[in-house]
């Protein structure tokens, strides 16, 4: 009998060309960007994103090194989501940029793929946004209606009419999924969206001010609970998106600062008197000196004069209890982080299996759960230890 031996083909890794273009989207490099950094032609980086070629081992190392991704996220065809994405709202300084949309785009998907994946281990809260529309046929809000959207917010949860605690606590036990993940690099401050039938918000992970930060949250509160129904090319519209803008402020104010109750604490013109304000309602100066205005407590002439006093105490950039040293905290998402620590606690998954299972790099792992820096570094030493017969 003669002897046969048999081969077996190696097997050879797929590229995921779409997880490759969201992998150089999310970093904001266009393709020549991203061939000069790892010493390749653009025309490769193309037709790798195209489908038409795959890359050599050693360059898929390097693209993969820049890119900040494990070499598994690559040959992995993306995780489910909850539905379909609504329009995105970004809260950021400056003209908006496509560049900068698409890598925040990536981000949510990311966001929502681990949400996802969490999700079908625990059970998160239920959502609880509630959701309104224009009365008039233009489809834009009068203020009264904004008011009363923020006063039946404020109901359904149960708050009343004093300061909010935690706005971001607040928000995810109401069933908003939140995470602070690095958008400020593009001079992004928030964005929100619904997947589905669950919202989500991104707060800068960086933000100087704490105060200005639950600002930005419940900005994109308003956006969630205001703007469901408004479709992408409103967004595109500049004039519109300015006015889609002010409404979501005009909400974050009456969410925040409650016209039933705010304007009995307000007894001077004095902007001393807006430090222990600021304290307790934890709302920068700037947005209660408006909310004054908005509610005509004060003036025209006073409020330009508390303007005058900002600008010649140069707190419009940088107000008292804004450092986060020594001022106000940065309020910081739980939910997702609990939710690892559950599946952890109980046996269900340990840290390199969330890295299998989900694909994604480590650091946006720990940004987007909100781990701490080392929940992915081992320090365990195992040895072999000689013991007597």
């Known amino acids: 009998m003669s002897n046969t031996v048999v081969t077996f083909p190696t097997p050879k890794r797929r590229l995921v060309v779409s997880r490759l273009k969201d992998a150089r989207v999310a970093a904001c490099l266009n393709q ?22 795959s890359p050599e081992p050693e360059t898929l190392e390097r693209i993969a090194s820049h890119l900040g991704q494990p070499i598994s996220y690559f040959s992995a065809e993306d995780r489910p989501v909850f539905g379909e994405f609504s329009s995105m709202f970004f809260r950021s300084v400056g003209s908006p940029k496509k560049r900068r949309n698409m890598a925040c785009f990536v981000i949510s998907k ?39 959207a923020a006063e039946v917010c404020r109901k359904q949860w149960g708050l009343g009419l004093g300061p909010i605690a935690n706005m971001v606590s607040l928000l995810e036990a109401n069933g908003v999924t939140v995470c602070r993940c690095g958008v400020e690099r593009e001079s992004v401050e928030a964005f929100s969206f619904w997947n589905g039938n669950r919202p989500f918000v991104v707060l800068a992970s960086e933000k100087e001010s704490a105060a200005r930060s639950r600002f930005d949250a419940a900005h994109e509160l308003g956006h969630l609970v205001l703007h469901r129904w408004v479709g992408a090319e409103e967004l595109e519209d500049p004039k519109k998106l300015k006015l889609i803008e002010r409404e979501a402020d005009r909400f974050a104010s009456a969410f925040l600062l409650p016209r039933h109750s705010f304007p009995a604490e307000i007894f001077t013109t004095r902007l001393d008197a807006f430090v222990a304000l600021k304290k307790r309602w934890k709302v920068s100066i700037a947005a209660m000196v408006y909310r004054c205005k908005q509610l005509a407590i004060f003036d025209e002439d006073q409020v330009t004069n508390l303007y005058k006093q900002l600008s010649a105490r140069r707190w419009r950039s940088r107000e008292p209890l804004d450092s986060l040293e020594t001022g106000l905290p940065l309020e910081q998402p739980r939910l997702l982080k609990r939710a690892v620590e559950m599946l952890i606690a109980a ?43």
């Open 32 to 53: 020549s960007e991203l061939a000069v950094a790892v010493g390749i032609t653009r025309q490769a980086i193309s037709a790798y994103e195209q489908g038409e070629k």
């Open 347 to 389: 046996g269900k998954k340990i840290p390199d299996q969330l890295t299998a299972d989900l694909r994604l790099a480590h650091h946006l792992i720990v940004d987007l759960c909100n781990l701490p820096g080392e929940f992915f570094t081992s320090t365990a030493v195992h040895e072999g230890v000689p013991s007597l017969k």
């Open 110 to 148: 990311w966001f929502v793929q681990v949400t996802t994946y969490l999700d079908s281990f625990v059970n998160f809260p239920v959502v609880r946004v509630p959701q309104v529309s224009p009365q008039a046929s233009g489809g834009r809000y009068e203020p009264e209606e904004i008011e009363q």
